[in-house]
T-cell receptor, first 113, second 113 residues
Framework: EDQVTQSPEALRLQEGESSSLNCSYTVSGLRGLFWYRQDPGKGPEFLFTLYSAGEEKEKERLKATLTKKESFLHITAPKPEDSATYLCAVQGAGSGGSYIPTFGRGTSLIVHP | NAGVTQTPKFQVLKTGQSMTLQCAQDMNHNSMYWYRQDPGMGLRLIYYSASEGTTDKGEVPNGYNVSRLNKREFSLRLESAAPSQTSVYFC????????????FGPGTRLTVT
């Protein structure tokens, strides 16, 4: 059974204070690891897909990295508008050919001005 | 290009009432999904449809039914609502198969009294 654990559950930062969110996972045959951003009252919004250990992707102040056991979402010099819940999901080989992702519970990030 | 749309946005039901949540996507995706999101539980898959004409149970299917009406539309029905079904419901779509990110709708906030 695929498992995803995100930490911390909540994180408060001052504007400009860089930090990292962690996503630890166990999966049978990783096909993809996904990061999403979710604003209050809205649906998750896709950010990145990572496919193999060592891969990195960047978007503005966000950088996602991947190892064989975990992924990090690094936030550099965050701004208040980066406040959101960040979700991690993994997609494994699955049974019977299905590729249903497994989501973590998310990290709630608040950036204070 | 509206992406994934859901109706209604809010709904209040009494125990035992029935209702259908509607979802449509205009991205020509083959796969569609219904999730529920509860505080502290993360996103849990209710049902999914890998392609038009097929539906399968997810993690929490009890009390729900689905219909893949055509390639664009995927509805979720509650036949006899229970307070335990109070939640936020998200529809999502993706390309069929592995390693594809999901695109989520804005959600339906359902309260069952």
């Amino acid at each position: 059974e695929d498992q995803v654990t995100q930490s911390p559950e909540a994180l408060r930062l001052q504007e400009g204070e860089s930090s990292s969110l962690n996503c630890s996972y166990t999966v049978s045959g990783l096909r993809g690891l996904f990061w999403y951003r979710q604003d209050p009252g809205k649906g998750p919004e896709f950010l990145f897909t990572l496919y193999s250990a060592g891969e990195e992707k960047e978007k503005e102040r966000l950088k996602a990295t991947l190892t064989k056991k975990e992924s990090f979402l690094h936030i550099t010099a965050p701004k208040p508008e980066d406040s959101a819940t960040y979700l991690c999901a993994v997609q494994g080989a699955g049974s019977g050919g299905s590729y249903i992702p497994t989501f973590g519970r998310g990290t709630s990030l608040i950036v204070h001005p | 290009n509206a992406g994934v749309t859901q109706t209604p946005k809010f709904q209040v039901l009494k125990t035992g009432q029935s209702m259908t949540l509607q979802c449509a996507q205009d991205m020509n995706h083959n796969s569609m999904y219904w999730y529920r999101q509860d505080p502290g539980m993360g996103l849990r898959l209710i049902y999914y449809s890998a392609s038009e004409g097929t539906t399968d149970k997810g993690e929490v299917p009890n009390g729900y039914n689905v219909s893949r009406l055509n390639k664009r539309e995927f509805s979720l029905r509650l036949e006899s609502a229970a307070p335990s079904q109070t939640s936020v419901y998200f529809c999502a779509s993706s390309e069929e198969g592995r390693s594809y990110e999901q695109y989520f709708g804005p959600g339906t906030r359902l309260t069952v009294t």
